[in-house]
């Protein structure tokens, strides 16, 4: 990591926007204003798709403009780095000036995963707020994650990308406990199953169907995942809040991904097949569409969170207490 000092990058940075700003100036063109709201660092395999992930930051960078800096970890045991920065660009509709983002590309050895934060802290832009997105599912199980979790306000995972779903969210929750600003894609996929449920109880009808005790089953494809113990842990907190005494039960059986709610007569169940989200109540049945959000479309909702998520971190607390009685 010594070979290549943070200033030699600045350096590049700089010389950058000098060149960007000289290609942009053309006679019809207004010049390249630069944007920046935050830094985003994205721990990522080498191995993974440089363009799909190029595609995923574009389409990011007009809603959320970052110096982006994207960590290639290329395994091994030597020291090995290589970097290269440039420029992400887009021309807005009806404009002729650029608006221009700044990309920062490090790859790196596993044996070089301690002097990262050297290298990277430097090069964040001062003032704004700094997010991670570890891609990786196997630097989360790494010693060095903790230190390079330690250079963002606020860490960005995907659960569900990895094995023994109750102690990942054990482990995503002790961390929380400590002072860690978590995010996890797993839990932004639940999105609109958890708006779904709460359009229903919209009606007042429905919500007064809501006493004494109830009982939530969820279920996700015949697996124990941190979705299904996110969602259970979601529902029996607005249960009691409701005042509802709720009995939890994630199954394990090889059904459709389903999130059911029984209190007494009432009885709603959220059913995800081929593309859409069937909502039964009582046995009248409605469905939306609802395609697999892709990486950007959780990302965008994500990083429009730079502190605090409340209702995650209490769900991820419920959600690991339940980790230790799952399944049926």
Request: aromatic content about 6%; hydrophobic content about 45%; overall charge negative.
């Amino acid at each position: 990591m010594a070979a290549t000092p943070p200033e030699k990058i600045l350096k590049e940075l700089a010389e950058l926007w000098v060149t960007t700003s000289k290609e942009g100036g053309g006679e019809a063109a207004q010049g390249v204003l630069r944007a920046c709201s935050m830094t985003l660092i994205v721990m990522t395999e080498d191995r993974d798709d440089p363009a799909d992930l190029g595609e995923t930051i574009a389409a990011l960078m007009p809603e959320h403009p970052a110096r982006t800096i994207v960590v290639r970890l290329t395994g091994g045991g030597d020291r090995s780095l290589g970097q290269r920065v440039f420029a992400q660009c887009w021309m807005p509709f009806g404009q002729r000036r650029q608006i221009c983002c700044e990309q920062v590309e490090i790859t790196c050895a596993d044996a070089s995963l301690g002097d990262v934060p050297s290298v990277v802290l430097p090069l964040e832009v001062p003032d704004l707020p700094v997010i991670l997105w570890c891609r990786s599912p196997r630097l989360l199980a790494m010693a060095e994650f903790s230190a390079l979790a330690g250079m963002a306000r606020r860490v960005l995972v995907d659960s569900g990308a990895l094995p023994d779903a109750p102690a990942v969210v054990r482990r995503l929750a002790d961390e929380a406990a400590r002072g860690m600003l978590l995010g996890d894609l797993a839990w932004t996929r639940l999105s609109r199953w958890r708006q779904s449920l709460a359009q229903i109880f919209e009606d007042p009808h429905n919500t007064g169907c809501l006493a004494g005790s109830a009982r939530i089953t969820v279920c996700d494809a015949g697996a124990i995942t941190t979705r299904a113990l996110y969602m259970a842990a979601w529902m029996a907190a607005a249960l009691e809040a409701a005042g509802v005494s709720p009995a939890v039960r994630i199954r394990t059986s090889a059904q459709p991904t389903f999130a059911e709610l029984e209190c007494g007569s009432f009885h709603v169940r959220l059913e995800r097949q081929d593309g859409h989200l069937t909502a039964i109540v009582n046995g009248l049945s409605q469905w939306t569409l609802m395609p697999k959000p892709d990486d950007y479309l959780l990302l965008r909702e994500e990083l429009g969170i730079v502190n605090h998520d409340p209702v995650f971190e209490k769900t991820l607390a419920s959600a690991a207490r339940f980790s230790y009685s799952t399944g049926e």
